[in-house]
């Protein structure tokens, strides 16, 4: 039998087991009750409740330290404590900048002063509440007053400043202007400071963010040409949360660094503007027509630059300290109170952010409530189940990674796994996380029916999976950044989830005035048929986390997804080596300055450095030898075990993520303690599998990299070494 | 040694004996001969003379039938015989029709008249000509006057209506709306009469054409909002030439069918407009948003339809008998008189056409004179040269296809071959044309020196090859039609090659008004170097296939290129199968319906039908008897024969490309009598090879495929008894 076939067996197993009402992690006949009681859940769930709940929490702007993001988070810990949960409020002082001036103009060789304001939509109430409106800005932008000659450089990320260097232009004391998406906002500043640029201008273009993609609001769901995207441009990939306290809670009394000192505040100016505001400047440039890839959909020539294009950019902001207000509620576990099992959907917005946070959090509350009323009329869940609401994750996660932060070395004790949601909409699932819970999640999305097609979540995206060319077996993608499972996974080495539903909800309105209940309720989830089948999701994922026998972790799922991470690795390399080979033969050849037109820019490509070859085999054998130990565990049978055995099992299996990390962190930036899941440092949001390894491969940091490979084998000889642990306890 | 090994030292061959200065076609000591004449060729050209004649020749517009036409043809006739040639004019009366009404107006929801004339241009007086300037329309549409609601098909062509039939939208009764390019012009109208719409609109969208390539004229080469591409709309791969006298010469005397029985004037009134006047036409439709790839670079959201945008669209059109004026000068050779060498390039444009056709018109008489020159200081050419410029060609290829049609018989028992050019400008060589010169092509791509690199234009074309990720071996492209080589060797079967340098000198000038002498300048040649260029390589091709000892043409690389071919085929038809079975599975598995968006238009996809395994052998049999021969040939040493024997085996030579048609031509266009070559049916001025086979494959009519394949096998067949005809006249 060849290796595919295997696969392809171990992967169909958990269905057929599934399909004879087995559940992993619980034995036969608690699986049945298991089953019964997700049935009686899903009875308890109710549309009304998210569309009422949507309307109260989304009312009014709410970003950390307004007062109707605190009257949230008050009127939450009330909800939760008559839903017979212990709930509180837990707060942190964190900067929060606000934008007192946002100055930008054309000086040069027209003017033109940039409006920097969305319009108000009559057919939407909410738009109009002009005075509580958050202005657009970048929070986490240094100060600035800037003048210089502009460069449009795409969307800002490495590959854009490559093809720069082969026109010849460099952004030295220039002012950058760069396209929302490509990346993470945040990395367009910081690559622009690093390249020499003294101010950075994000705006979203057409093409990816407006009347290109479908009509605009308020006449569709896309960005009219006056939205602006709010969004944070701290330097989340070195550590998120409050940049004051970098590694502990920013409570009242934390010792603070000095503003000035602190790493992940840009080092220079950046305003997000409209496609309204973009044209003029845009339309000012000349030098070079830019790349075909780089074209928008606006209705100009796009240029280059540098210049004739001269700009105006002055910032100033208000650095108070705000309080971010988590709501922390507790519902304590019968067998296994210090064993918890944590949910969570952050309640800050940009403005009043209808679909990101609320339509996730009014979810979670549902899902929240119909447990109470479980527990009211007799269940009692195994494990302790926490429920938050966290504040400030708009700003760079701070409300959740304070907490954790804070908390850290009780959660690493007890917390099984952390189930994060944020924004969610009509479509298809998507799911993230640990790949220890893949098959688990995918159990539940065989169990939850799709609300439009009748079949099951699972089925549905298996379907778009088949019809976008994939195989039609639906996997957890994995984690970089970007929402508050970041400081649980990547720093506190907690196992976590990410869930949503999507894909037929596209629109404009992220982080923009335009985010309200009423585009929700037209564009997105109208009837919160997809809130509910989220509630339904996430609530039967923390049941079965709460009352598994033994904990839901799978290793041969786990061990498939990373030796694929690593033959990804080892064909990265050996892409690169064929490619310098090919580019060095090219440039010995001369035919790159042949082939090009004299009349246009060029500068001559130089012979590159030749890609070593780098030994993987310790990886490579590592991953061989847990392969054998997880056989073994996959073959255990966990209903012949002994209640002391379970327990001891469980007590060693909440372990499990954290033997994936190491506690010195990755280079250069030690938050970050996961060794297989990280945001990559140029990509922001964007995830790096293994990415120790993989970075200083890309980074082409030949001794990092080698360095790197034998300090993740190391870290997975320790998560052999766990397995062998968890074998030992069931002896 | 494997099979791509020796195709490599196959291909290199030429090379290694172009360095020692042989010539295929030439015994060692003429070779020599040969090379000095070339050289001095080279000495006697003028960028001078191309740049005053340019001014001369794209003064005035001069499409067919225009005294300014009349006036350039006597011009050049005077030229050529003051070089020394044999010239006269050779009129043929050919129907071409003259827009006399042109209406075209959005009536509902709003109401907009569309302008439908380009701008004049300020620094180019041209420009201003305004009563000499063709009205822009698309000749060959059908008079008509409609009004009905409109929809956007994209390009208009097969693939396009298979989107709208997913959307459940059908264009009967209604006005399409299409973009220029993604096909040749005449196929939009074609499948949107036979689709059923009574009307079509074509549109030059600024993504294909426009300031989304760059800056428009007169800042930049590209098509400004006014700007208007004309052109034939003549359904010309039934057949080209005049509608009126299909398959013989338009003389004065020939019989005429009725225009209303004319088959390839459209069936459906077609107006070729502005993105200027597109605008409001498209902003105006509502319904679906279209495919993303259907995009264009307008500021507005696209919409498919139907309506509400309703068109109102009036047309008529002067339909008169217009004399169509064909220069061809003769100079008789001394050895082989009655071996013709062909050269060609049409003379009219659709207004001035400084790029289109005069920038190669102008290069092909410098090669005239230089030819002359050459003559008067003793040179005698072995062969006969004639040189033509034809009228009509951008009508529908009528002036050169009524010639040819007039005077077949004389010409495949006399011409060797048929070299055309057409527009000319900076940049790569482009060489297509019958496989049995590619290598004689090449060789002369060896000697001909790149005015901007200072290398040979093969050795540039190479590096852009390999830059763009080829192999770096650039050979000839197979003629599909566009242009005055399609009656030769489509129809005619004989030999023809199409040359022209390009690549940086992109523009939107192409038919319009903007195709001016200031714009050629600023933006095509500036300095004619490559007009001087595109005359030493036709020149020289010209002066091997006069003065060769035996008929240049080589076999190996054209069995290559068919068997590549055939490979094609049988690729596609697996591809086909593959496609076919994966698509009936979804369709079982019900996942097309499962991933659909039940918000959004969606036609449930039914199982196609299975896609029988096709009998290739008979092909691959004919190309494995063939290849032996060619080995026998391309072994044989031509210093050792004797005269007689040349003169043999020139006389079997000059049949060669005539073995390759069938006199019944291709299914339902027997005027297509070329079994290797055609444009295709639904491409039109794309090629398809292995046409019969090809077209039936894609039409998915299986019989017609299998018959196609056996008459195929049986033309093979031929071509291989020809070989042996010449390997006999060398014995």
Known sequence: MNRTCILLILWVAPLVLSAQNNIIGFTESNAKTQKTLEKEFDTKLSAENLDNWMQRLSAH??????????????????????WGFDAKIETYHVLFPYPKVRLLELTAPTTYKAKLSAIPIDEDKYTQQTDELLPSYNAFSADGDVEAELVFVNYGIPADYDELEKLGINVKGKIVIA????SWRGIKPKLAAEKGAIGCIIYSDPKDDGYYRGDTYPNGAFKNETGVQRGSVMDMPLYPGDVLTPGYGATKKAKRIDR?????ITKIPVLPISYQDAQPLLKALNGPVVPQSWKGALPITYHVGPGPAKVHLKLEFDWQLKPAHNVIAKMKGDIYPDQWVMRGNHHDAWVHGANDPVSGMVALLEEARAIGELVKSGYKPKRTLVYCAWDAEEPGLIGSTEWVEDHKEELQKKVVAYVNTDSNGRGYMNAGGSHTLQAMVMEVADDVIDPQKNVSVRERRSALDLVNGGDGNPRLYALGSGSDYTPFIQHAGIAAINLGYGGENAGGEYHTIYDTYPHYKRFKDPDFNYGIALAKTAGRIVLRLTNSDVLPFEFQQWHSTVSGYLAELIKLTEDMRIEVEKHNLMVDKNVFELSSDSKKPFVKPVKKELIPFLDFTPLQNQLVAINANIALFASADMNKLSQDKMILLNEKLLFTEHALTNEAGLPRRPWYKHQIYAPGFYTGYGVKTLPGVR?????????????????????????????????????
């Open 260 to 264: 000035k000192d602190a790493p992940t």
């Open 61 to 82: 702007p709410h970003y950390v330290g307004t007062d109707y993001g605190r009257q949230n988070a008050e009127w939450m810990v009330k909800q939760f404590k008559s």
């Open 695 to 731: 970075e200083a491969i890309e980074q082409e940091n030949w001794g990092e990299a080698t360095a790197q490979i034998n300090l993740l084998a190391n870290t997975l000889k320790g998560f052999n070494n766990h397995i062998n642990e968890l074998l030992n306890s069931m002896k």
């Open 179 to 182: 396209k929302y998406y490509g």
